[in-house]
């Protein structure tokens, strides 16, 4: 049974997933890197607002609740560099005219993004060591080095977080799972414009991709790894 639950996932929904027998854990390896993917003030906005007022900032905005997860992040973070693991932050480049493509056909307002929405939240920004890992594209694997650079770390799985979780947090881990990489993610250290898209795809992503557990939950098991080294 699915360890993630939501009002808008109903029982007779998790009983069949059940029933056929997804969403079985499958736990970390020895190794973990942290994903931040996109948590850039293009997502967050400048500070917290509500979600009407901070799409004015910028439209790509997911408002105050993206706030929220940015605090797990900042716990997951904290574990992850007093262990010296790996950590990545692939991020949404500055568009140009040439990135039009069908995203940009789709959602125009991402063509126009102010440059300050590049910037990274400063409350979980880089620090020398971590690798930034420019894309175009909602997985982070797509056109991008990093399968490279986690056989580099000795990577063996991965703690994904960021924006959007139905987007390019969701495109990640199905790669990551492609891969073989066994895959978490906060269901509070990931956000969305929509509480339902949210959850349903946390809910799915449980079911065939990857561990879904609350960040509190996820840094008891990074502990029970770290004080085994």
């Not at 126009?112 to 982070?140: M, T, W």
Request: overall charge negative.
């Amino acid at each position: 049974m699915s360890r993630f639950s939501s009002e808008y996932i109903d029982a007779q929904t998790m009983g069949r997933y059940d029933a056929a027998g997804f969403g079985r854990p499958v736990g970390m390896g020895k190794r973990p890197a942290l994903l931040i993917i996109d948590v850039q003030y293009r997502t967050t906005g400048t500070t917290p607002m509500p979600f009407d007022k901070a799409i004015e900032e910028f439209p790509t905005s997911v408002g105050e609740t993206a706030w929220d997860a940015v605090d797990n992040i900042a716990k997951l973070l904290t574990v992850f560099r007093r262990n010296d693991w790996p950590v990545l932050y692939p991020h949404v480049a500055p568009k140009k005219g040439f990135d039009q493509g069908a995203l940009g056909a789709k959602v125009p307002a991402i063509m126009n993004i102010a440059s300050r929405g590049y910037d990274f939240v400063e409350e979980i920004a880089p620090e020398e060591g971590d690798v930034l890992l420019p894309k175009k594209h909602p997985s982070a694997f797509f056109g991008t080095p990093l399968a490279s650079y986690l056989i580099q770390t000795g990577a063996d799985s991965l703690v994904v977080t960021g924006c959007s979780t139905s987007g390019c947090v969701r495109s990640t881990v199905a790669d990551a799972f492609s891969y073989n990489y066994r895959v978490s993610v906060p269901s509070d250290a990931v956000y969305d414009r929509s509480q339902v898209v949210h959850d349903v795809n946390l809910f799915d992503m449980d079911q065939k991709y990857a561990d879904v557990n609350t960040t509190d939950e996820i840094i008891r098991s990074l502990d029970s790894i770290g004080g085994t080294r």
